[in-house]
């Protein structure tokens, strides 16, 4: 990213070129075949966007909404799009070294205390599977390794639930985490019965509506 440049100008460029690519399946290519040719390792520009909504606490709130925003024009309408970012979850999945790709940055972020990063992973990912039953099917193949050892790695659901759960997961994360499961359910009979199988889903989420309704009568 050209760090000389001043954040707001940056964020409305990105911003920008989200609205150029959403729909147009041409532009979205387009955006495919750029490098960022500027750092040792030359990644694809939609790597070094991923890695700055993720990674990029330093930055801007604003520029990493605005490349949130640009990702998801970026998959919308976009099932090769799509297909790609399911992959390289899939490859994570296998291969856990591999810091340099798209699947890892996800799967950092979604995992995140950051809640920056965490949002806008658990958003993005809802994007990756709205409206395509084949992506829903595919990414719950998906497992993600908590550490090196690969010996406790779960599913992405598995790892939904537990955000849920755990008491530090501030407010927006747990939204983020019911958005993507919101997202995840409909039409994917897989997807309802990854949730159900899981130990104590289905009551958590059940005392979590009657707690709120409680608080709403007092």
Not at 114 to 133: E, M, T, Y
Request: hydrophobic share 40%.
């Amino acid at each position: 990213m050209l760090t000389t440049t001043p954040a707001d100008i940056l964020a409305e460029t990105i911003r920008t070129i989200g609205d150029v690519m959403r729909g147009d399946a041409k532009n979205q290519r387009c955006l495919d075949l750029v490098t960022n040719t500027n750092t040792k390792i030359q990644q694809p520009v939609l790597f070094n966007l991923l890695y700055v909504m993720i990674c990029g606490e330093e930055k801007s709130f604003s520029l990493r909404i605005s490349v949130l925003y640009c990702l998801q024009c970026y998959l919308h309408k976009n099932e090769s799009g799509k297909s790609m970012i399911v992959q390289a979850l899939l490859a994570q999945t296998k291969n856990t070294a591999n810091q340099h790709s798209m699947g890892h940055l996800l799967r950092s972020g979604y995992l995140s205390e950051d809640a920056v990063a965490s949002w806008c992973s658990g958003i993005l990912l809802s994007h990756l599977i709205v409206n395509s039953p084949q992506s829903k099917q595919d990414i719950l193949k998906a497992k993600l390794a908590l550490d090196r050892t690969r010996t406790n790695a779960k599913t992405l659901m598995e790892i939904s639930i537990d955000i849920l759960h755990k008491s530090s997961s501030s407010f927006h994360i747990r939204v983020a985490v019911l958005i993507l499961i919101c997202t995840w359910l409909p039409n994917c009979s897989l997807a309802v019965q990854e949730l159900v199988s899981i130990p104590n889903s289905i009551s958590y989420l059940v005392s979590q509506i009657c707690a709120q309704s409680i608080e709403d009568d007092r």
